[in-house]
Antibody, heavy 121, light 110 residues
Framework: QVQLQESGPGLVKPSQTLSLSCVVS??????????WTWIRQSAGKGLEWIGR???????NYNPSLKSRVTISVDTSKNQFSLKLSSVTAADTAVYYC?????????????WGQGTLVTVSS | QSVLTQPPSVSEAPRQRVTISCSGS????????VNWYQQLPGKAPKLLIY???LLPSGVSDRFSGSKSGTSASLAISGLQSEDEADYYC???????????FGGGTKLTVL
């Protein structure tokens, strides 16, 4: 069973870059069995898919965030990361990393506990 | 405004059955699998149903999923207080080239 743990600053100033990491345990990020995925949830609101990365480095991003998002993978540390630039208060949310099954059907079989990021000066 | 449409809330008495609907379009539900997630209060979401109607290991068979055309449904039978949670549907969207979620449905067990 893959386990995921997010880490990063809980407070980011407006216009700066939000940076989060997700360490994967219980499996190799190079296994090719998953897309490594970021999802966020604003207070009292629903879930929003941010994007994903495959072990090859191939990425897909939510079109509404694409111009500001970068997801990368560090196989030596078995972790992947999220960078979101030019943040505003609207980016305040709980950010989850998840493992998305690679195959005909893409679904999230394991989730991190989530980390709250507040954008405020 | 979410791409997939769910009722904001549903409620039912213990031991009864409830269904949660999820409506989409031909670019998402109509052409791709639907997955459901359960989010207990203060917790991360958890996979509940995948590929329209399949249960992951460890998920109670009181939960079931179905799909017809551009709509899907989650049914929960024998309701228990521990089922109180938010439920989200999700599917790949061919037009957006990404995953879209429903707005979530809050289940209250009366």
């Amino acid at each position: 069973q893959v386990q995921l743990q997010e880490s990063g600053p809980g407070l980011v100033k407006p216009s700066q870059t939000l940076s989060l990491s997700c360490v994967v345990s219980g499996g190799s990020i190079r296994s090719g069995s998953h897309y490594w995925t970021w999802i966020r949830q604003s207070a009292g609101k629903g879930l929003e898919w941010i994007g994903r990365i495959y072990s090859s480095g191939s990425t897909n991003y939510n079109p509404s965030l694409k111009s500001r998002v970068t997801i990368s993978v560090d196989t030596s540390k078995n972790q992947f990361s999220l960078k979101l630039s030019s943040v505003t208060a609207a980016d305040t949310a709980v950010y989850y990393c998840a493992s998305g099954v690679f195959g005909a059907i893409y679904y999230f079989d394991n989730w991190g506990q989530g980390t709250l990021v507040t954008v405020s000066s | 405004q979410s791409v997939l449409t769910q009722p904001p809330s549903v409620s039912e008495a213990p031991r009864q059955r409830v269904t949660i609907s999820c409506s989409g379009s031909s670019s998402n539900i109509g052409n791709n699998a639907v997955n459901w997630y359960q989010q207990l209060p203060g917790k991360a979401p958890k996979l509940l149903i995948y590929y329209d109607d399949l249960l992951p290991s460890g998920v109670s068979d009181r939960f079931s999923g179905s799909k017809s055309g551009t709509s899907a449904s989650l049914a929960i039978s024998g309701l228990q207080s521990e089922d109180e949670a938010d439920y989200y549907c999700a599917a790949w969207d061919d037009s957006l080239k990404g995953v879209v979620f429903g707005g979530g449905t809050k289940l209250t067990v009366l």
